[in-house]
C-alpha cells in the first residue's frame, strides 16, 4: 500500500553518523555525515566522494580556480558504524522507555 502523508521513506543513516562506504571508488573508507538528501536518497560524508569543482572568481572564493569539495553519495551504498567500528545493519525497537531507538544487528547495542 503506497504511503498516504508522508511520502519520504524512512532512512537508516542520519546526520551526525559514522557511516563506511560499501560500493563505489571510495569502498572501504569511513566518514561523518554532513547531510542527508531524502528526497534524493543521497547523503554528503565527510572527506568521501571528493570531486574537483573549476569556479570564477566571486564573493565568497576571490581567487577562483578548481576548488576540491565533498559530492553527495547514493543511501544504498553506506552502511552504519557502530561503536565497535564494524559496519552494521539497522534495526528500530522499543526501549524501556517506550522510544523508538535505532540498534546495531550485529552486536545489538543501541546506536544514538
Known amino acids: ?7 519520504q521513506a ?17 569502498k572501504g573508507k569511513k566518514g561523518r555525515v554532513i547531510e542527508v538528501m531524502n528526497a534524493q536518497n543521497r547523503a554528503l ?10 569556479t570564477k572568481p566571486n564573493a565568497q572564493n576571490q581567487q577562483g580556480g578548481i576548488i576540491k569539495k565533498e559530492a553527495p ?6 552502511k552504519v558504524v ?20 535505532r540498534y546495531s544487528k550485529k552486536s545489538g547495542e543501541v546506536i544514538e
Not at 13 to 26: E, L, Q, S, T, Y
Not at 45 to 54: C, F, K
Open 73 to 78: 553519495v547514493n543511501i544504498s551504498n553506506l
Open 82 to 101: 557502530d561503536k565497535t567500528g564494524n559496519a552494521t545493519r539497522i534495526g528500530r525497537k522499543l526501549n524501556d522507555a517506550g522510544k523508538l531507538v
Open 1 to 7: 500500500m503506497a504511503r498516504k502523508y508522508n511520502t
Open 10 to 26: 524512512k532512512l537508516h543513516i542520519k546526520k551526525g553518523d559514522m557511516v563506511m562506504v560499501i560500493a563505489g571508488d571510495d
Open 45 to 54: 560524508i565527510e572527506g568521501i566522494n571528493i570531486v574537483s569543482r573549476h
